[in-house]
């Protein structure tokens, strides 16, 4: 009896130790403060950007006695973003802001009602750029039209006119077609992009109306067959020695040596070419070798399309947030002139850091970005560039890009992966092969748009 | 009073388990309705039954719905009559253990291990029935080889327990076999039957991991299942939706069970005149 | 006409046993045979290169092993605990309401765990607001639903009703009252149940995905079975090998216990 008394005991004991040692408990009384605390939610990745943003966070800490907590969380792809979200979205007392790092589609929280509408709510937004205020749930606090250069030397060789800022597609086709006439490229994931993006951009791939997706269609295959011949036109480099793997490698692992070696010579390369995607923001083209660059290249913007190219950065404010009303006066703090001011303070190296050329979004602070670029003793060219897309975006010609649907974004993500398949393999899919790739596409997405 | 305390002596004992099960599934079950009834999980605002509607409406619910309802008709039977059938085979022959233990051992292998073959066997190109219509008999075929074993032991246990006699003054009687089984086997069998019934309804909705296993979260929408899209809902944040259809489907499993044990009760009744 | 059934039946266990028996000669396959488009079923030549390679490149893989080692086992135990005592009072000290309370049971068990996926999300979040203890991407989002499952309860209580009732009407007349009762003469007959539900529940949960689908993030803290699956699409080349030692613990509980689970489920008539 005793026996069996205590070996209940101990394995009562047993189970309470595990189950001590199984859960860690957040021991908040050793640091607990008066202070109340909001939270931000990103992704590890994006810290660089978010802190351009909350470069002033300490001054609001300190004004209004509040902790501005961050809890950044480690994804490897979109998937793993999306099971953090949902875990992190869902408590009752989840993170009170949620960062949307530049060009990051927020469209999601709009669809679950995980935003909570701005409008009204935060003083500062009317300071905001006219055009931005269309967007009643997501703040966008730093903004980025991308630019382009053209070569002048390459320019005068191929005897072509230069473009104007109101340049469009077809100029640019043109231009694209005369230089790569004159020079083959190198293929790379950034020359393939282009092609892709180039071809799939005109095919529509989700019928609205019927909800239904449009993947195993004729004008995909067609399209498929066009990449492919494109790739093989003569006009783009292939490495002789590169099989079907190294290929796929190249394009699709961004940790390949493949892909080490393209990045490199696209480096390279880019000196040399006619038309060169630059990391500059054409809403704050400074730089401390502007003139340099003025002198061999022409700057432009680059050209508006339907799915818009402004690039926004900004937060969405969280339904089931803690602290949501000292999260909007954090969001108004960050609008105010000052904190604005220090985003456009910001600058760093050219190439990388592409969050240090954000603009800020609102309105009157173009005295201080003159004062900046005479600082920095900007070419003219660039001037013209910032005015000149400044005034566009105020007119309304651009429109935030940040938000194709998410299964958009899906197919286009699955199709790229499909082509380069088809591009590179060796024994080429039978059509019956092709069909059956594309209708697995096609069934799953006119799952999606139906859940 | 004292005597009132002392008819709730037992619950003491179940209170360690009901805790968890109240705090965990009861509780927060009744709590979700408030969900089904929101706008969305996240703004509470009162929609009545828009999302139950939203739900029913969805295609993507419906063919679930379907592949599921179509699954567990052609499963359910199949494998009962399969297990019955093996059970009886080793019972009458002695089959030795050995043979026994081959149909045995799918239970114990996990989804993710034997994904590897499903995925090999039936998706290679050329014969590739897990892209094709033919995909939820691959299914089916797993959910077989899983859990036919699970049920060849609960017949064959039920088997064991066979009164002899009663088939002994049967074989006297003149009866040949298949009357023997008809008149005597099954009805004896019937509440092993209704075990088999309950344990083969759970495990065929775990049949669901082997399809994740094999092919994601969006699979051949052949094998869409139920679960794929309460998963799906769960993942996008939709809880409103997913506690709609979550509320649905186990009031549809209630239907079936009730609907099970009625019938069950008459057939017990009509063996007991006999 | 019995030998034709005779060996019918013998070709259908080994069909039964041709997954596994595919899955263990993949294993012992070189890394290049793995790998091609061509499905084999016979090892060109027999080494343990996969093994080796798992040992030395993947020793991650163990890790992932040691948590569904953890999950697996803290979730036996809590049932089994909490599976006899309920079980005790569900088939011997029927108390008003107890019937339907044990048809809640049961009927929780007919559900798929999706449908109980919210209820069990809310209650972690009712925990995390009002405790401060953390349960979301913990392994405890695991195992506590896994204790609290019904299925112990279910397996026991029908052991335990088949067990007659004079035996502990003749305790009571010695004057033992229910606890001595349940640890000096029922748990000493319990063995092939408990056997029955360590064996089930372990295959159960070695077996876990859902769950961990839902309220796992962190990727270190996933069971095996999901990272197997990573495996596959990613190494192909080492899975097999993996599968194998996955599978050889729950062939292992399996093949000790198997001689119970006849017993441990004769589930006695249930009217």
């Known amino acids: ?451 | 009073m004292f005597n009132k305390l002392k008819k709730y002596k037992g619950f003491k004992f179940v209170l360690p388990s009901f805790i968890g099960f109240l705090l965990l599934y009861i509780v927060p079950f009744f709590g979700g309705f408030k969900v089904s009834f929101s706008k969305t999980a996240f703004n509470k605002g009162f929609v009545g039954f828009t999302n139950y509607l939203y739900v029913l409406d969805s295609s993507a619910f419906q063919l679930a719905a379907k592949n599921t309802a179509l699954f567990m008709i052609i499963a359910f039977p199949l494998i009962i009559v399969l297990s019955f059938f093996l059970a009886l085979c080793i019972y009458e022959l002695n089959i030795s253990k050995v043979i026994k233990l081959f149909i045995v051992i799918p239970i114990a292998i996990p989804s993710a291990a034997v994904a590897g073959f499903f995925k090999r066997a039936f998706g290679v190109t050329g014969w590739n029935l897990l892209d094709s219509e033919y995909a939820l008999f691959v299914v089916i075929l797993i959910f077989l080889w899983k859990n036919t074993g699970y049920n060849l032991i609960i017949y064959l246990a039920g088997m064991s327990q066979i009164n002899k006699s009663a088939i002994e003054a049967a074989s006297i009687d003149g009866a040949n076999y298949l009357e023997k089984l008809r008149y005597i086997i099954i009805p004896l069998l019937t509440p092993t039957t209704v075990i088999v019934g309950i344990i083969t309804i759970i495990n065929s909705f775990k049949v669901f991991k082997d399809i994740l296993m094999i092919q994601g979260r969006y699979p051949n929408p052949k094998i869409y299942m139920l679960q794929h899209y309460l998963t799906n809902k769960y993942l996008s944040l939709k809880y409103h939706h997913l506690t709609a259809a979550a509320y649905i489907f186990t009031l549809v499993i209630l239907a079936i069970v009730f609907l099970f044990l009625l019938m069950d009760r008459k057939y017990a009744k009509k063996v007991g005149e006999k | ?271």
């Open chain 1, 1 to 451: 009896m005793k026996k069996s008394i205590l070996s209940i005991l101990l394995l009562i004991l047993i189970l309470i130790l595990i189950f001590i040692t199984s859960c860690n408990i957040v021991t908040n009384s050793k640091y607990k403060e008066d202070k109340e605390e909001i939270s931000i939610f990103f992704t590890d990745t994006d810290e660089g950007q978010l802190n351009t943003f909350i470069s002033q966070k300490v001054l609001f800490e300190q004004k209004y006695n509040v902790k501005v907590k961050l809890e950044s969380v480690e994804v490897k792809n979109s998937e793993e973003y999306n099971e953090a979200l949902t875990l992190m979205m869902n408590k009752t007392k989840g993170p009170t802001l949620i960062f949307i790092s530049l060009g990051g589609n927020y469209q999601r929280f709009l669809d679950t009602d995980v935003a909570v509408k701005l409008t009204g709510k935060i003083p500062n937004r009317k300071n905001l750029i006219d055009t931005l205020k269309t967007d009643e749930y997501f703040l966008p606090l730093g903004i980025y039209y991308p630019a382009l250069t053209i070569d002048r030397e390459i320019l005068k060789k191929i005897d072509a006119k230069p473009p104007t800022f109101d340049w469009t597609r077809d100029d640019y086709k043109k231009l694209r077609e005369a230089s790569l006439e004159r020079e083959s490229k190198q293929l790379n994931i950034w020359s393939y992009n282009e092609i892709y993006n180039m071809i799939f951009k005109e095919i529509d791939l989700i019928n609205e109306k019927k909800k239904s997706a449009e993947i195993n269609t004729r004008e995909v295959k067609k399209a498929l067959e066009e990449i492919k011949k494109e790739v093989y036109s003569g006009r783009y480099i292939l490495p002789p020695d590169y099989g079907y793997e190294n290929f796929i490698n190249m394009l699709l692992d961004n940790n390949s040596d493949e892909y080490k070696q393209a990045r490199k010579i696209y480096l390279n390369e880019s000196k040399e070419k006619l038309i060169n995607t630059t990391l500059v923001n054409a809403l704050k083209p400074t730089s401390n070798n502007s003139i340099a660059i003025a002198r061999d290249k022409i700057i432009l913007p680059d050209i508006p399309n339907d799915n818009g190219k402004l690039l926004a950065s900004g937060f969405i404010l969280n339904r089931n947030g803690k602290n949501k009303e000292l999260g909007l006066k954090f969001l108004n703090y960050l609008l105010n002139k000052e904190s604005q001011k220090a985003i456009l303070r910001t600058q760093g190296s050219f190439v990388h850091q592409r969050n240090k050329y954000l603009y800020p979004s609102i309105k009157g602070v173009e005295d201080e970005m003159k004062e900046i670029e005479k600082a920095n003793y900007t070419h003219q060219d660039f001037i013209d560039l910032r005015e000149y897309t400044l005034s566009n975006l105020k007119k309304g010609r651009y429109k935030i890009g940040n938000n194709i649907s998410k299964q958009q974004a899906s197919i286009l993500r699955d199709l790229k992966e499909i082509s380069i398949d088809y591009v590179f393999r060796k024994k080429s899919f039978t059509e019956e092969e092709l069909t059956h790739i594309l209708k697995r596409k096609e069934d799953k997405y006119n799952i999606w748009l139906n859940e």
């Open chain 3, 1 to 271: 006409m019995k030998r034709i059934v005779y060996i019918f039946v013998v070709l259908i266990s080994l069909m039964f046993l041709f997954p596994i028996a595919f899955t263990v000669a993949n294993s012992l396959m070189p890394y290049g045979q793995v790998i091609s488009n061509k499905v084999n079923f016979i090892p060109n030549q027999v080494n343990l290169q996969q093994y080796y390679s798992i040992v030395i490149n993947k020793t991650e893989y163990f890790k992932f092993f040691l948590n569904s080692v953890k999950i697996t086992s803290l979730i036996i135990f809590g049932q089994i605990f909490l599976g006899i005592l309920a079980a005790f009072a569900f088939a011997k000290m029927k108390f008003p309401g107890s019937d339907i309370l044990f048809m809640g049971y049961v009927f929780l068990l007919l559900l798929p765990y999706q449908v109980v996926l919210v209820p069990n999300f809310l209650f972690f979040d009712k925990v995390e607001t009002l405790l401060n203890i953390k349960i979301f991407d913990t392994h405890l989002a695991l195992i506590l639903p896994g204790m609290f499952y019904s299925f112990g309860v279910f397996i026991l209580r029908q052991f335990i009703r088949g067990i007659p009732d004079e035996l502990i009407e003749a305790a009571k007349i010695d004057g033992a009252g229910y606890a001595t009762i349940l640890i000096r003469i029922i748990l000493p007959m319990l063995k092939p149940a408990i056997f029955t539900l360590v064996i089930l529940t372990f295959i159960d949960n070695w077996n876990l995905i859902d769950q961990a689908v839902a309220f796992i993030e962190t990727p270190e803290k996933m069971p095996l079975s999901v990272f197997l699956n990573d495996i596959y699409d990613g190494d192909k080349g080492v899975f097999f090998a993996g599968a194998v030692l996955y599978i050889i613990p729950a062939i292992l509980i399996f093949t000790k216990g198997e001689k119970y689970l006849k017993e441990g489920l004769i589930l006695g008539g249930d009217k």
